[in-house]
């Protein structure tokens, strides 16, 4: 049985979005593989939230680098 990769969310502007954990070093430090999200998980992830200015740019981040997997609107 194969397990899930292990993902983790970063929110600092500049590298803010999902990564994939690699690899976890015997020192604790992490290798981790940008991994692209869903537009439809980041507005799940974020739903009702209210952002600091910073917050607010590092989700503007993620939205940006997200594929869109919306339905197109009518």
Request: proline letters at 5%; aromatic letters at 4%; a negative charge.
């Amino acid at each position: 049985m194969a397990s899930r990769s292990k993902r983790i969310t970063l929110s600092e502007p500049g590298i803010a979005g999902s990564y994939e954990i690699v690899e976890r070093r015997a020192d604790g430090t992490l290798l981790l593989r940008p991994e692209r999200e869903l537009l439809s998980e980041v507005i799940r992830d974020s739903d009702g939230r209210v952002f600091r200015d910073q917050e607010f740019a590092a989700h503007l981040e993620r939205v940006a680098a997200a594929a869109d997997d919306l339905p197109p609107e009518s």
